[in-house]
């Protein structure tokens, strides 16, 4: 039977990286989101077993005691985010592309698991002062939550070398083109 491909997404919070998918899954058929579960709580607006599966902590210990992910991430201090083995896998065996939009220590180990099977895409900011203004200007979060978020940018741009791909996110029509190109060219070879 013919699987699916994977196309992981990471980037540091703010960077743009859920407008961008959102616009790539509207202009690409065939992709299908992976939700995640997470420990931390819903945003207003968010739905349950729409953005994320919401679990408790002790829930989503149960879930990685019971094996149900494929990897799983202490993204921030005590919230816990994961991908569910059941999400990837119907998609797979059905031969659907699947979307993870996960952390940078979670797309290299699903590149570790599923290999040239896997694409990850590196969303990158302009500069960390863009990023800080993005997640001001967004308007969901604490001003706390946020020097957390920026405090971690940094870090996590240096994974970017081990990406596949980095789009950079400064003018967004630009950013879109070439998301759109870089998974249309990986998901035809
Ligand atoms: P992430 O999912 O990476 O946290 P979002 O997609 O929520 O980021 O984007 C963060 C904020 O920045 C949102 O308010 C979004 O509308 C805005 N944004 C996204 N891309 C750009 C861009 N190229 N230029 C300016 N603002 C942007
Ligand atoms: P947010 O709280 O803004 O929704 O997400 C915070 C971070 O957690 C983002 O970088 C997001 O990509 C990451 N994340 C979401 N789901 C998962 C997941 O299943 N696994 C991992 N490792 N990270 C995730």
Request: aromatic share 8%; charged share 25%.
């Amino acid at each position: 039977m013919q699987t699916g491909k994977i196309l992981v997404f990471s980037a540091p919070s703010g960077s743009g990286k859920t407008t961008l998918v959102h616009y790539l899954m509207s202009q690409v058929p065939g992709l299908h989101f992976s939700i995640s579960a997470t420990s931390r709580s819903p945003r207003p607006g968010e739905v349950d077993g729409r953005d994320y599966y919401f679990l408790s902590p002790d829930e989503f210990r149960r879930r990685i005691a019971a094996g149900d992910f494929i990897e799983h991430e202490e993204v921030y201090h005590d919230k816990f985010y994961g991908t569910l083995r059941s999400e990837v896998d119907r998609h797979l065996e059905a031969g659907h592309n699947v979307v993870l939009d996960i952390d940078v220590k979670g797309a290299l180990n699903v590149k570790r698991i599923y290999g040239q099977q896997a694409l990850l895409v590196f969303i990158q900011p302009p500069s960390i002062e863009a990023l800080r203004e993005r997640l001001i200007h967004r308007g969901t979060d604490s001003l706390e939550v946020i020097a957390d978020r920026v405090g971690k940018a940094s870090y996590e741009m240096t994974f970017a070398p081990q990406f596949d791909q980095i789009v950079i996110n400064d003018k967004l029509e630009q950013a879109q083109s070439d998301i759109v190109r870089v998974v249309t060219t990986f998901l035809r070879s």
